[in-house]
């Protein structure tokens, strides 16, 4: 463990399972979500949805609508100012205004189906759902393509005549539906293929999956005369919200203040506007408050799930399991605009590897689907499927273990990743060893029954992060983060801040302040909410001992060196020991006002030494033979959190993302017709694993400490949800003798294969 | 929209008989509310039947059993005679959604549902179950097979409804079963359902079985073939085969976003011969 | 077509409310009687995020028409805590961390809490199963279903 730069009482908090100071309330019932908030006087807001997915929209004429009793307010494209074209981060993708504008509302085209063409606000639900039928818009249909392949075909169905791939030498004249080729490239592959004694080379194909969360998107927003604006939305990125809006509305930002709310869920799907801009529009149209929460089909189709893709990895490796080349290119649908994570896909691909020749293409493409937006590591998962399935391949080619192998080519400290820089200690090892020495490794299994293993990688971020402290009169500590807590961050949070000030954990009350009241944050995504958030309440602390110990030496009358602030307190050191008695934090606080006013700090960073967590997922599962379905038996994740600020909610994680891949391998998709529509925008059949579909999920904490962190803190949030595609996928060969490469292995696909086989038989 | 809880079933078909425009029967709503909210369907009057006594009742009738329309699931469930007697009835009620929608499904609203992938009603209809009937003109009886005819076609006049479903009784070593395929675990609509009903002679031969597959064509499926092909056997592979053979001639799948034709088939034999084995291991022990 | 008023009984206290025929007792619990813990997920009975007590049977509130529950029994999520003392299964979630965004607790808690009424020692598998209509997205359910059996063990011991 590294040692912490500022003094403690000596860490009673920071990797105990303290009960979160929030979760009473959402126990009770009584924390409040995003639908939770009314306001007297609202009005319900609305969309009408593109019924169609690629469409010229001729007009729209809202006077009916407009003209029913109730309705308050009608808006369109006409209400929203077009935005020119400028890239700007959002979690870890890139999106553009002029095309953020048109999602929101759509302008010259509708791009899939669900996209919102106009939105009302009215005095009632029903009223609302009335208004929607009422608004007559005429559409041109256009032909529709919806998958990747199809959408990258010279001839296909173009979605934007304004859209010439970035990337590709000489510039091309046309547009086309591609919007990005990137590639990293090290070292020459075909060398490296030379070398290899053994080289497999597969495709693979993967369906669009969406994010699951269970609660809808809400938003209530209410615009003063003079356009201040006030809103509540769940998100996961309130001061993103907060300049979303503020372009799109033409606002200036310090006019919008944005609180989130709790937010039931978010996995990267609600790093993005949908609802918000809608309902200040028509707040502001309406002089009334609008609240506007989204159906589970809206969510379904209107929101943004992640890439489906194609993936063709190619792999060398020489007889003893030395990879020496890895290649591949990713084709990832980005949806109706650009901006697919097919960057942090190439970037992942191979990353758990030292190999030593790399050539990693990848193509974003846009299709009549909505936009996608992030889904937990996202791009990852797709590309390192793809390589950890190709890895198992290898691995039985050779006749060697899966997790030597793996241990043999692991990146370690000191790799150069191929997509740039060099890794400081990092876990990967220590992973594949806690699931070699685990018992569920070492079990024995039975026909029919197949175990997998597959490694996995997310680089983590820090980002800009504001935290402030403040002392109460009464010595308790107010702590307010701005990164909006989706699970058990303010547990961790106030751990940190009871240790780094020596004060009880029940001390501590967390809040997610609003952007009026709190500096900026960027987004909670990328794993960085409580590495960041740790860091700048470090900081945050740092302010509030140097001034108390400012404050003892002034009463003291003594200099710094002869005082020290540990457990709690100013404590006088040597002979002033003598003379005065240690003063507590609440000692100070209740006399602040004559030692100089109120006692606070804030943590302002841009925080920078995120590590990457590594982590290594065990399967085991057993098929029937008779119908293809698989039951997964036994899941083991093992994965570095660098130091884990609460173990539960770091375990949470873990069991989560690999639940989520478990979904993601055997049953989740979106189903189109030849319509381009969707067909399972539901629940029901949009299958995500209920409570009897899995087992208990083992989480083995590994700590490789991050250097860069004052707690060795790395993110972990993201990469469980790496590793479960291609362990799943392996334990399905292992289970059937059959390598699938499309993804989901659902029963009819599984069969199918199986009778190919002559193998449908128990 | 008009809300009518009649107690009494002359109060019922005549609010139906009568109504102008659309009108449905509301038991556990776990079909009518969702479709409602999805904007398929907007009655002008729903007539809600659970204040109507029998349809709420299970009762013992000349051996057999009387079980009302709109009696959930869950209450089902927890009758322990019933269960014995017919455990492949009462399971396949019981497979229907989650715990929450069996607090709430009705075996009256599965059949009128009209989805040819309910799960109860192979049950039923291998049970050999009556739905009884009651309408303008009074009351009549009709085998369950007869009742749905299509998906959302049922043989119902203006303003009839089901009122209950009478099962036979049953003779010594007799039993049932309910399979169903779905890709999870729970919560998903049937892409093949089997519903066995057999009973055996002393020496442990098929003396009459009843075999009914759901989710694999229009409506669900009364087998007399597959029947045919266990009746006189003690359940033998070759019988087993015969079995198989004769549920993929009857099925008549489509492929849709729950699974395909080829699917559908291979499973549908699949599952005829595991429920018939388990309805034959529970009529073996009563 | 006037609305329906209905009188029922909730958390144990008389409620009066009026509602139109379409509305569901989700609507009327979270939109008139001011009660939202309950948790619109979905509004098609696939995610339990609405579950409560309609007459000591676990249901979906999404399922059940406003009107429909005149002179009956409602239990929400917050009835289940008495005063200032929390339920063993609300204390327990805390304790093992079964919750991580927290949305579908509400329905977790209602819905657990009638598995214990009803059975007081489920099996992992049991537990499981009657838990199938409940959808969490952020726990994987592993901790959910610990918690629910070390609550049934802790209150088997009195």
Redesign the interface.
């Known amino acids: 463990m590294p040692e912490t730069n500022g003094q403690t009482n000596g860490q009673h908090y920071v990797g105990t399972r303290q009960v979160r100071p929030d979760g009473v309330d959402k126990v009770t019932g009584r924390a409040r979500f995003g639908a939770d908030f009314n306001l007297p006087g609202q009005l319900i807001g609305r969309v009408l949805r593109s019924p169609h997915p690629h469409a010229r929209i001729i007009s729209i004429d809202t006077s009916k609508a407009e003209a029913l009793p109730g309705v308050k307010a009608v808006v369109t494209r006409e209400d929203f100012a077009d935005q020119s074209s400028e890239f700007i981060p959002a979690g870890e993708m890139m999106m553009n205004y002029k095309d953020v504008v048109r999602n929101a509302m759509a302008r010259e085209k509708a791009l899939y189906e669900g996209h919102a063409v106009a939105a009302v606000a009215a005095t009632s639900t029903a009223v609302a759902r009335r208004a929607v039928k009422l608004i007559e818009v005429k559409y041109e249909i256009l032909p529709h393509v919806i998958d990747v392949v199809e959408a990258m075909k010279p001839g296909a169905p173009l979605l934007h005549d304004d859209l010439f791939t970035v990337g590709v030498e000489p510039k091309p004249d046309k547009p086309s539906n591609i919007a990005k080729r990137i590639e990293i490239k090290v070292g020459d592959v075909e060398a490296g293929f030379k070398k290899a004694d053994v080289i497999v080379e597969r495709l693979f194909k993967t369906a669009p999956v969406h994010q699951g969360y269970i609660e809808p998107h809400a938003a209530l927003a209410t615009v003063s005369e003079d356009g201040s604006t006030e809103l509540w939305t769940t998100t996961q990125g309130h001061y993103i919200v907060r300049a979303h809006c503020a372009r799109l509305l033409g606002l200036d930002i310090g006019k919008v203040r944005v609180t989130a709310t709790e937010i039931g869920g978010g996995f990267g799907g609600k790093t993005v506007v949908y609802l918000e801009p809608l309902a200040i529009a028509l707040s502001r149209k309406a002089k009334r408050p609008v609240k506007m929460v989204m159906s589970r089909e809206e969510v379904f189709k209107a929101s943004g799930p992640t890439s489906g893709a194609t993936v063709w990895v190619k792999m060398g490796a020489t007889k003893d399991g030395k990879f020496v080349a890895g290649a591949a290119e990713l084709k990832y649908q980005a949806g109706a605009f650009q901006g697919s994570p097919v960057q942090p896909g190439t970037m992942c691909a191979y990353a758990p590897y030292d190999i030593e020749h790399v050539h990693v293409i990848g193509y974003d493409v846009v299709s009549n689907r909505p936009k996608v937006a992030a889904y937990r590591a996202p791009g990852a998962p797709i590309s390192e499927y793809a390589v950890e399935s190709v890895v198992d391949e290898i691995a039985k080619k050779l006749r060697l273990d899966p997790i030597e192998l793996r241990m043999m080519n692991a990146a370690r400290e000191g790799t150069k990743a191929a997509y740039g820089p060099k890794f400081g200690p990092i876990g990967l090892e220590e992973t594949l060893n806690a699931i070699k020495k685990s018992e569920h490794w070492n079990t024995p299994l039975r026909k029919w029954q197949g175990r997998g293993v597959a490694s996995g990688f997310w680089f983590n971020i820090g980002g800009e992060t504001t935290v402030s402290l403040t002392v109460n009169e009464d010595g308790t500590i107010s702590l307010m983060a701005g990164t909006p807590d989706i699970g058990g961050l303010r547990a961790s949070l106030s751990s940190v801040v009871a240790d780094e000030l020596g004060v009880p954990y029940d001390k501590v009350r967390p809040i997610i302040g609003d952007t009026g009241s709190l500096g900026f944050n960027f987004l909670t995504g990328g794993s960085r909410s409580a590495f960041s958030g740790s860091m700048a309440i470090v900081e945050a602390a740092k302010q509030i001992k140097a001034d108390l110990i400012a404050r003892a030496c002034k009463l003291w009358e003594a200099k710094p060196d002869q005082v020290e602030f540990s457990g709690g307190a100013v404590k006088p050191l040597g002979a002033l020991a003598e003379k005065v008695k240690p003063m507590t934090i609440a000692d100070f606080a209740k006399t602040a006002g004559k030692t100089g006013g109120p006692i606070g700090g804030i943590g302002r960073i841009n925080a920078q030494g995120a590590g990457p967590s590594f982590g290594t997922h065990l399967v085991d599962l057993e098929v029937d033979p008779e119908t293809g379905r698989a039951t997964i038996l036994r899941y083991t994740v093992a994965q570095d959190a660098g130091r884990a600020l609460h173990p539960a909610y770091v375990e949470g994680q873990y069991q989560g993302g690999a639940v989520q891949g478990i979904g993601w391998a055997l049953n989740e998709e979106y189903i189109y017709g030849d319509d381009g529509k969707l067909q399972n925008a539901g629940f029901l059949d949009y299958r995500m694993p209920v409570a009897s579909d899995v087992p208990m999920i083992d989480a083995i904490l590994v700590e490789v400490a991050n250097p860069r962190h004052p707690y060795g803190v790395r993110g972990v949030g993201e990469t469980p949800i790496v590793p479960p595609l291609g362990a799943i996928a392996n334990a399905m060969e292992n289970a059937t003798g059959i390598r699938f490469t499309e993804l989901p292995m659902s029963p009819p696909k599984v069969l199918k294969a199986l009778k190919e086989k002559g193998l449908n038989k128990a | 929209m008009r809300y009518e809880a009649p107690e009494s079933l002359e109060g019922a078909v005549a609010l139906l008989a009568g109504a102008k425009g659309e009108a449905r029967v509301l038991a556990g709503g776990t079909d009518l509310l969702v479709q409602m909210r999805a904007d398929v369907v907007d009655p002008e009057l729903i007539v809600d039947i659970k204040k109507i006594p029998e349809t709420r009742t299970v009762t013992e009738e000349k051996g057999g059993w009387r079980i009302g329309a709109a009696v959930t699931g869950a209450e089902l469930k927890e009758h322990t005679r019933l269960k014995q007697a017919w455990p492949g009835v009462v399971e396949a009620a019981n497979l229907i959604g989650s715990t929450q929608v069996q607090g709430r499904a009705t075996l009256g609203g599965n059949l009128c549902n009209g989805s040819p992938a309910a799960d109860s009603v192979p049950a039923l209809i291998a049970a050999g179950a009556l739905a009884s009937l009651a309408g303008p003109k009074g009351r009549r009886d009709l085998p369950v097979e007869d009742v749905m005819l299509g998906p959302r076609k049922l043989a119902l006049t203006k303003g009839e409804i089901v009122v209950s479903f009478l099962l036979p009784p049953r003779p010594a070593r007799s039993s049932d079963a309910y399979l169903r395929f779905i890709p999870r675990t729970e919560m998903d609509i049937a892409v093949v359902g089997a519903g066995v009903s057999l009973s055996l002679d002393a020496g442990g031969t098929i003396t009459a079985a009843r075999v009914s597959l759901g989710a694999v064509a229009a409506r669900v499926l009364l087998v007399s073939e597959a029947a045919q092909a266990i009746i006189g056997s003690r359940l033998d592979k070759a019988a087993q085969d015969r079995l198989e053979a004769a549920a993929r001639t009857a099925c008549r799948p489509i492929d849709d976003k729950r699974g395909t034709i080829e699917f559908r088939t291979d499973v549908a034999a699949v599952l005829s011969r595991r429920t018939a084995l388990i309805a034959l291991d529970r009529a073996r022990a009563n | 077509?006037a609305k329906?008023h209905i009188e029922a009984t909730v958390n144990g206290d008389p409620a009066e409310f009026l509602c139109?025929?379409?509305d569901?007792l989700l609507d009327v619990l979270?939109d008139t009687l001011d009660?939202?813990?309950?948790?619109?997920?979905?509004?098609?009975?696939?995610?339990?995020?609405c579950?409560v007590m309609?007459d000591g049977?676990?249901?979906?509130s999404?399922?059940?028409?406003g009107?429909?529950v005149g002179g009956r029994k409602i239990e929400?999520?917050?009835g289940?805590?008495k005063g200032e003392s929390?339920h063993p299964l609300?204390r327990r979630?805390?304790?093992?961390?079964a919750?991580?965004?927290?949305?579908?607790?509400?329905g977790f808690?209602v819905?657990s809490k009638?598995?214990l009424e009803k059975n007081a020692n489920p099996s992992?598998?049991e537990?499981?199963?009657?838990?199938?209509?409940?959808?969490?997205?952020?726990?994987?359910?592993?901790?959910?279903?610990?918690a629910v059996m070390d609550t049934a063990a802790a209150m088997r011991k009195g």
């Open positions: 077509m329906h139109e025929t379409e569901t979270r009660l939202t813990g309950s948790k619109e997920g979905c509004s098609s009975g696939d995610c339990g995020a579950s309609l049977r676990l249901v979906c999404c399922l059940v028409l009107c429909e929400t999520i917050e289940l805590a929390l609300q979630f805390l304790e093992a961390a919750l991580q965004c927290g949305i579908c607790t509400p808690l819905a009638a598995l992992e598998h537990v499981r199963f009657w838990l199938a209509g409940n959808l969490c997205r952020c726990t994987g359910y592993d901790k959910i279903v610990t």
